[in-house]
């Protein structure tokens, strides 16, 4: 049967689930596949995608229209949504933009309530305070979107058409070693350079700028409560795994500010949190903390999960990419490098935006307290602290109800509010 003819038996708005539903699944549907015969699935898979099923009733963000819209010069600062002109059933009722955006704003779930308490220096300390972990920030269609953006700077590099420092792809000499990284922004040296350069910013480099698409996303993580306004990341490094790849235990360098974030596309992982983990094997760590980290998500890295624990990414088991956004001190920066004049005085979405009633604000005010506060609940609903959680444990120390064998952590895990 003519495969044209066998989607016409389909409706747009079938296609568009079929092509959202297939792309997620990318990642198993092409595993042990050469990459031609990849390439003819994914070719597949993106051909549902007609554009037809496009349109203002949507409540997803087009980032590709956004960036079609900024280039034509068409600012649009309070969000990624931009109506469409299509015909429509003039009964159905349609949710103006910032309408459509504030329930996109108002439906990313935000976890906050990380514990995972470890005795450091004789103190009891959460090594994971300060992590967040941010849920529902881009869409299916737009995570597709930023991962076709990134195959394409890929074929970039490989062809030689990005900057001499910004596309690498090391030759995989063991596993989990050899993930492919694009830099933008700056050029990070890893390790002692062979002039004994330490790790860091290389200064005398100059960069490729970040790309547009890249910069919406920021203005996005910022806009919506991310990250802070003052620490809008200036550079990023993108990651991308095959199978078996991984990231051993690291403290980001302080060349960068914090916060930072990352941003996960293709498939779920685990990455793994301690102060002191232990390489098991090639692409295997141990640490006293694993958090999983979906398909979309965001997770930042403030606090003592930046600076007091250690993080990894042990072997991805199906292919993956994130994208990491940092923003640099300023006595670090690149002799050559000069800010975005785009990333400047980003403004944050107003968190009262479209709420008219008086009722329904103080309904909104009291979900978002429920949503973000870092507290635990135990019998009669009564709160427990993190202060009483880590007396609670230090009081277990002092007694010997807990045997402490020189490294203790006691992980408290929450569900997704």
Known sequence: MDLDRFLQRFSASDLMIAEEFLSTWLPFLTKDLCEGCADILRGRIRSLNTGSHQNAGMSWADIAQQDEIEKKGMKNMDGLVEEEKVEVNPTKTLLSREDRERIRFKGVKRKKDFVCLERIGG???????????????????????????????????RNNELGEYTYSEPRKWMRGKGRVTIQFGCCYNYAVGKNGVPPGILRNV?????????KIMIKRLVGWHVLPTYCVPDSCIVNIYEPGDCIPPHIDNHDFGRPFCTVSFLSECNIVFGSNLKIAGPGEFIGSASISLPIGSVLVLNGNGADIAKHCVPAVPCKRISITFRKMVRAK?????????????????DLSKGIDSQQEKKEWIQTTRRKSSGRFNRAKNKPLHLDEAEEALEQSFRHGLINDGGSHSWVIRHPMQ
Request: no cysteine; aromatic share 12%.
């Open 333 to 349: 920066w690149p002799h050559m490098f000069k800010p975005e004049p785009d990333l400047q005085n980003i403004k944050p979405f």
């Open 206 to 214: 100059i960069a490729d700028p970040i790309p547009n698409l890249f």
């Open 123 to 157: 103190k009891i300390v959460n090594i994971l305070k300060g992590l967040e972990l941010h849920t529902g920030v881009f869409s299916s269609a737009e995570q597709k979107r930023i991962v076709d953006f990134v195959y394409d700077l890929q074929k970039k590099g």
